[in-house]
């Protein structure tokens, strides 16, 4: 059943333009923040409760994962109803509560947007399937079969198997690039993409900030199915067979660009709204720049070229930021280094590093790069990959790919708030959805709230010197020249340039600025914030800092 919205519509605030540049926003994922109610799964109360800590971290904004009824196959992103709450999550005046705390504590709050695919229990989807000549017949991608009764093309589904699966009802087969129970809405038809904006108005009115809008180049296939051609990746490297694909025809059709600015159009409707792209896949630069070009599409694009990376290097750094360079017409970019989907940056690059070490540096280099900041929940934790055991997953993707791929499920295990509680304070029921990681209690919020030496206390620290530097936030970007360890730009506002310089190796680096920046002392590196020394000569293995000129007015 679903949830019924309240009466009641939240209070729009007057718009703030461009709010969002260089904003930092804290993920939250609903099911695994804070239960409320003993059942185990995280809800809508539960952020509630918890915006008070969000808010003093210093961030400016919340993006929240979906809640939207769904019979949780894919745990929200198979949405049946893009209207209605999940009883599980709670109900619309949770909701409204989440919207009036925030706004009342400075925070905007972004959702999230399935336009790519919905549940096979949508109501759409029950409708369209019934027979061929419905009015929403053709709001999926429906194929006849092939003469000899295979699947109309050779498209390969992410989660394994052929993305193609045959339906009784209409002897037809239908599109699902993702789970078999996620089939894809036909995004072509102009009479869903009219749905789709009816459903942005609806959460618009209720009052939220934006969207990101979730594996968007899926939104549109190739209308005339052609197979996509193999990828040659080598067999030691395929986690399943989409991965021995080009996805040249399954996604990414060149039509999304301008259902896009239909959305901006929408949005527009709206003013001081933001929009941000999830692209995926092995080269999606193009796209993230398509989606978001020349100001008449979405604000900007999530980034993933940090989120399944396997080391942090100085080459990788420079080579995204010269990405995003701000030339003319280009979007804005966004970036995290770990979220729901992927997993946990800290123990994915802390080989051989002390991970406390690693979480500081990271902070310091996610804060300083151009564009906006995405911090998952609990990285100002340091929370490392959560070990779930193959008999406790609960992710379908890790369930159908084991052992060749993490799955999601180490990074969505719960929130740990009080490090002696069972379950560590996240459900005071007998079970949680997922388990905890039982490491994950030494580093519980109320363990790190009193320490000074805290990585909690250090996020903090840093993230309200941040805000002390404008050209953080939206300033301008120079790279530097500097060794190949190294990192080094600066970033330039009219209120002062930051020199910012990061050694991403295991050996000690040599550097000076040279005559790129005037006597500088530094006011943030990995250890301490706010130390007001002069910079190094020799930057350590695994530091950075960010350094302001010293004659800079208070």
């Known amino acids: 059943m679903n949830a019924q919205p309240s009466e009641q519509k939240s209070v729009v605030p007057a718009a703030e333009p461009e709010w969002w540049r260089g904003a930092v926003f804290y993920h939250i994922y609903p099911r695994s923040f804070r239960d409320t109610n003993g059942d185990g799964i995280g809800d809508l109360n539960g952020i509630v409760e918890g915006l008070d800590y969000i808010a003093a971290l210093g961030v400016d904004a919340i993006w929240i994962s979906p809640f939207f009824t769904s019979p949780m196959d894919d745990f929200g992103y198979d949405v049946a109803d893009y209207c209605g709450i999940d009883p599980s999550f709670g109900t619309f005046a949770d909701f409204d509560r989440i919207i009036e705390k925030a706004h009342g504590l400075g925070l905007k709050v972004i959702i999230d947007q399935v336009y790519s695919h919905t549940s096979d229990q949508h109501a759409w989807f029950r409708e369209s399937r019934q027979d061929r000549t419905n009015p929403k017949a053709d709001w999926y991608v429906w194929a006849d079969a092939k003469a000899d009764g295979s699947p109309p093309s050779n498209w390969q589904s992410v989660f394994g198997g052929s993305a193609w699966q045959w339906?009784?009802?209409?002897?037809?087969?239908?599109l699902h690039n993702f789970l078999t129970s996620q089939p894809d809405l036909n995004v072509h038809?102009?009479?869903?993409?009219d749905a789709l904006l009816d459903v942005a108005r609806f959460w618009l009115d209720r009052g939220v900030d934006g969207f990101r809008l979730d594996a968007l180049n899926f939104a549109m296939h190739d209308p005339h199915l052609r197979d996509?051609?193999?990828?040659?990746?080598?067999?030691?490297?395929v986690t399943r067979p989409f991965d021995m694909q080009h996805k040249v025809f399954n996604q990414s059709h060149d039509d999304i660009p301008l259902f896009?600015?239909?959305?901006r159009r929408t949005l527009d409707e709206y003013p001081g709204r933001f929009t941000v792209a999830e692209v995926g896949g092995p080269e999606p630069l193009a796209e993230m720049k398509a989606f978001t070009a020349g100001g008449k599409r979405l604000?900007?694009?999530?980034?993933?070229d940090f989120l399944y990376a396997e080391r942090l290097t100085a080459s990788l750094v420079?080579?995204?930021?010269q990405h995003w360079d701000g030339s003319e017409g280009e979007g804005w970019p966004s970036w995290a280094f770990s979220n729901h989907d992927a997993p946990r940056a800290v123990t994915r690059w802390?080989?051989?590093?002390?991970?406390?070490?690693?979480g500081r540096l990271m902070l310091l280099l996610l804060l300083a790069l151009r564009g906006n900041a995405f911090l998952y929940q609990g990285e100002e934790l340091g929370l490392p990959q959560g070990t779930v055991a193959f008999e406790d997953l609960q992710d379908p993707e890790a369930i159908a790919n084991w052992p060749h791929t993490l799955g999601r499920d180490g990074a969505r295990t719960p929130m740990p708030w009080v490090g002696s509680a069972p379950h560590a304070g996240f459900t005071g029921g007998n079970a949680a959805w997922l388990k905890l990681d039982p490491a994950h209690a030494a580093l519980a919020v109320d363990r790190q709230s009193g320490d000074a030496a805290s990585m909690l206390a250090y996020t903090r620290q840093v993230l309200a010197q941040r805000r002390t530097l404008p050209a953080l936030a939206g300033g301008a970007i120079r790279l530097l020249d500097a060794p190949d360890a190294l990192v080094a730009f600066?970033?330039?506002?009219?209120?002062?340039?930051v020199l910012c310089v990061f050694n991403l190796s295991d050996q000690p680096v040599v550097w000076s600025p040279g005559n790129n920046f005037g006597k500088a002392v530094v006011v943030a590196d990995q250890g301490e914030v706010g130390s007001m020394t002069d910079i190094p000569g020799t930057l350590e293995p695994y530091s950075g800092f960010w350094a302001v000129l010293a004659d800079r007015p208070a």
């Not at 600066?490 to 340039?497: A, K």
């Open 299 to 304: 604000d900007s694009a999530y980034n993933f």
């Open 189 to 193: 038809n102009r009479a869903v993409q």
């Open 318 to 321: 420079r080579a995204s930021l």
């Open 350 to 358: 802390s080989q051989g590093v002390e991970p406390a070490r690693m």
């Open 490 to 497: 600066v970033r330039s506002d009219p209120g002062g340039d």
């Open 228 to 237: 996509n051609p193999p990828s040659g990746l080598p067999m030691e490297l």
């Open 167 to 174: 339906d009784g009802p209409r002897k037809q087969y239908y």
């Open 260 to 263: 896009l600015e239909r959305v």
